[in-house]
């Protein structure tokens, strides 16, 4: 009768052992696996956040850019274009490429890409891969580094 007791008491004991280490066992496992859905998750929200910083600085940058061709010169010899360009905008402007008449021009008379300071003009020549015919119709594309494009029509 007393040996019953106290295997019976060595079983409760036992089992109740079990029972709380079973419980901190899934706790722990709860709480590893809850903290590493936690960090991703964190990681993931930093990452679009300054994803999401960085294209609206460049939309805001874009949008406060501004030049235009200010003047074409053509000395009505040789296929040399030279345009003046007036940054207007409130960020500077760096000119990577243009193109005439949908052709890109690889040749410049000076160092190119040409950067251009806010409220300033620049100069450009280069040479066209095509004759310049007097009184024909020329469609200038410039380009800046930020992707931003204006074209300009412009009668030899």
Request: charged share 20%; aromatic share 12%.
């Amino acid at each position: 009768d007393w040996n019953e007791k106290r295997c019976l008491t060595i079983l409760r004991t036992r089992r109740g052992v079990s029972e709380v280490i079973a419980s901190l066992i899934v706790l722990v496992i709860i709480s590893a696996v809850s903290t590493t859905i936690y960090n991703y998750s964190l990681t993931i929200m930093n990452y679009n956040k300054d994803k999401l910083q960085e294209d609206l600085s460049i939309k805001i940058d874009q949008s406060n850019e501004r030049y235009k061709i200010v003047y074409v010169y053509w000395n009505g010899i040789n296929d040399i274009l030279n345009i003046s360009i007036l940054n207007y905008g409130d960020v500077d402007v760096e000119i990577v490429d243009i193109y005439v008449n949908g052709f890109r021009i690889n040749s410049y008379i000076e160092e190119f890409p040409k950067y251009i300071d806010i409220l300033k003009i620049c100069n450009i020549s280069f040479n066209l891969s095509t004759a310049i015919n007097q009184n024909d119709l020329y469609d200038i594309v410039l380009v800046s580094k930020r992707g931003v494009s204006y074209e300009y029509l412009w009668r030899a």
